[in-house]
């Protein structure tokens, strides 16, 4: 089973990822944590990534493709994955299609998480981020064990200054022109789903299972 999980900031994507790799067994692929990976172990691709972040620059694409693509070779994928919010645009949608022919499989699902501005604003702007190890806790959501510390390393937490509600709301708006365009790749591929991601995380998840177990019921979940 290999699933893509896309959808806007705030959407839940990486909740879901981790939650649904917990009831399936897949392993859960997300690009920032390759990117990490690739830079804290000085890989190859890792050094080259490195140069660009260090300049204050985007890593290009084919940087993140190619890691995706000794990601998706190692053999805890064998049985699927679950990619969490890449692609984001159709540029790395055809890239990754390319990544995939390549290696002779394709995806079954691909669940875009629907999810209003205000909810978003909600989620993100009461969004606390770990300076340490990145994780992400919520003020009301899911705030952690001890104000200002993150309960996986102890490090400090803080709000990313593109969490302010302003910000959110120009990142939406770029999201969404972006977003148009590969929802339109995917529902050609006939491989979209759309769920909405308002409510509570635990009601979306047993929708994703119930749809993934309908898909290939030889899977844990």
């Known amino acids: 089973m290999r699933i893509i999980l896309l959808g806007p900031p705030g959407a839940g994507k990486g909740t879901q990822a981790i939650q649904l790799a917990k009831e399936s067994g897949l392993p859960h692929i997300s690009t920032g944590d390759l990117l990490r990976q690739n830079v804290a172990g000085n890989t190859p ?3 080259q990534a490195k140069d660009y972040m260090d300049k ?3 890593v290009p694409d084919e940087l993140v493709s190619q890691m995706l693509s000794q990601r998706l070779g190692q053999p805890d994928t064998k049985k699927g994955f679950i990619l969490d919010g890449y692609p ?7 890239a990754l299609d390319g990544v ?4 002779n499989i394709d995806i079954d699902f691909v669940f875009y998480l629907e999810t209003s501005e205000a909810v978003v604003i909600q989620r993100l702007s009461g969004r606390l981020v770990c300076k340490s190890c990145g994780a992400n806790f919520h003020i009301t959501n899911m705030p952690p064990k001890t104000k200002g510390t993150c309960d996986n390393c102890g490090g400090s937490l803080y709000q990313r200054s593109d969490d302010k509600e302003e910000t959110i709301k120009k990142r939406l708006e770029v999201y969404k022109k972006e977003v148009s365009v590969l929802i339109k790749h995917y529902q050609e591929k006939q491989k979209l789903q759309t769920l909405s991601s308002d409510g ?7 929708k994703i299972l119930s749809l993934v177990r309908k898909h290939d019921d030889s899977l844990k979940v």
Do not use: F, M, S, T
């Open 88 to 94: 984001r645009n159709i540029n790395q949608a055809i």
């Open 100 to 103: 995939l022919k390549d290696k």
């Open 56 to 58: 204050g620059a985007l």
């Open 45 to 47: 691709l890792g050094k």
């Open 200 to 206: 509570e995380a635990k009601i979306v998840l047993d």
